[in-house]
């Protein structure tokens, strides 16, 4: 497919969903069918966000397997945040078997007040007409009718609307709550956050503030009381240029407040560049960057600490290399972040993250996700021991070179490949509600 009827066929599939265009085949119904179809299309979804019992009643046109290996047509879908605070989903149609060779690729793109069932009726409505030019090249294709309501004429979504009273402004605000206690024990807490991001091809700026505060209390076995109170805050802000399809360069800055990191104040300012070895437009499936930033930090603590200071004016630099992969074998990702102050080399950290999720062969998967690091720039541990409950309430941070976390998981699944069945009855006991995942 050439690139402009490639940019013509997807603009007219955005304009016909928008439109309410609707793709199913005769003899079939969502409730009928049980068993496989001799003729069917055999589709392996691989989405995270997707609720597949949803697909599975409105686009019956196809058997869906429960193993890519078998499928004809292998659907990934991925997803990135949009400016305006909703979602843009990318449909990936990767034909096998017969349909080798054959891809294609359709958007999907969801506001921040839509509903659950509006996301979900838009995904479905993607997936089903994504699969029609495949469908259409087996017997499918003499059993499906086209169903189309005119309606308003539709015009394929643009990042930058002509008419937006916002200015691609959007604003979010949240407060929150909770109290719950018994006769030894007792906590309540409030929370709250509010933002304003502006998000264009060229410029991404935002501006984020959230506080927490926390209250505990607790009697022991021998009648004493004990309580506890923790809060923190923070202010951040973020500035990012679009220098070209691999190169960026912003700055960031921060303050905030930590009871449990003796931070009464701390104060950050750092311009950073990153550089992404893939295109940016390429990152819901493959990005390789590297982030450097440098800049100053002051402290402020509650305490005096260990190195005998109430304050304290640094030199920052951190550099940041990730990668990150979703193909249709599995996902993986891998970051190496090191920082260091400018004036004494040995006060560093350095952090290894890493994940993947691979289907190794025919119904065996492995995941596993981990993390390690070596610290040595706790510049804010206080000089006073800490007490047994500051240490069993987890309400001060305590000195430590190392970190670290992994966790390892095998699955395997056997027997039929095909999962065309519904039925929600009694799920996870009884009264569930399986939503939007």
């Not at 007792?186 to 991001?197: H, L, M």
């Not at 506080?211 to 923790?230: I, M, N, P, Q």
Request: overall charge negative.
């Amino acid at each position: 497919m050439t690139p402009p009827v490639r940019l013509r066929y997807i603009a007219t599939t955005i304009s016909m969903l928008n439109a309410g265009m609707l793709f199913t085949p005769v003899p079939a119904s969502a409730q009928e069918r049980a068993s496989p179809q001799a003729s069917a299309l055999r589709v392996f979804l691989d989405c995270r966000r997707c609720d597949f019992d949803h697909f599975r009643r409105e686009v019956t046109f196809v058997d869906y397997m429960r193993d890519r290996t078998e499928a004809e047509v292998h659907v990934l879908v991925t997803s990135q945040d949009t400016g305006a605070g909703g979602s843009q989903y990318a449909f990936y149609f990767i034909g096998q078997d017969e349909f080798e060779g054959r891809q294609d690729t359709l958007y999907f793109s969801s506001t921040q007040d839509m509903t659950d069932d509006d996301v979900r009726t838009g995904l479905t409505r993607t997936f089903a007409l994504g699969l029609v030019p495949f469908a259409a090249r087996t017997n499918l294709g003499v059993a499906m009718n086209v169903h189309y309501e005119p309606g308003e004429e539709a015009e394929p979504a643009r990042s930058t609307p002509a008419d937006d009273p916002w200015n691609l402004w959007v604003f979010r605000l949240r407060m929150g709550g909770s109290i719950d206690g018994e006769r030894l024990q007792s906590s309540a807490s409030t929370n709250g956050s509010i933002s304003a991001n502006r998000t264009t091809e060229s410029l991404k700026f935002g501006v984020n503030a959230d506080a927490r505060y926390e209250e505990e209390h607790f009697e022991l076995s021998d009648g004493e009381k004990v309580s506890s109170l923790t809060r923190n805050a923070s202010l951040e802000s973020t500035i990012v240029f679009s220098l070209n399809d691999h190169w960026s360069a912003g700055f960031r800055g921060n303050i905030s407040t930590s009871t449990r990191s003796n931070n009464d104040i701390t104060l950050r300012a750092s311009p950073a560049v990153e550089y992404d070895i893939y295109r940016y437009a390429e990152s819901t499936r493959r990005q390789i960057t590297l982030m450097y930033t440098l800049g100053p930090v002051y402290y402020r603590y509650d305490q005096e600490t260990l190195f005998e200071k109430t304050d304290e004016l640094r030199l920052q630099q951190h550099l940041d290399v990730s990668a990150a992969f979703r193909q249709p074998w599995g996902d993986v990702h891998l970051s190496v972040r090191g920082r260091n102050y400018l004036d004494d080399w040995h006060q560093h950290r350095i952090e290894l993250n890493g994940g993947l999720d691979i289907r190794l062969f025919r119904g065996f998967g492995l995941d596993v996700n981990g993390n390690v690091a070596r610290i040595k720039d706790q510049l804010n541990v206080p000089i006073e021991d800490a007490s047994d409950e500051d240490v069993l309430l987890q309400l001060r941070e305590l000195g430590t070179d190392f970190e670290y976390e992994l966790e390892i998981g095998f699955s395997y699944t056997f027997g039929s490949v095909f999962n065309n069945v519904v039925n929600p009855r009694m799920w996870r006991g009884g009264g569930g509600f399986r939503g939007f995942n």
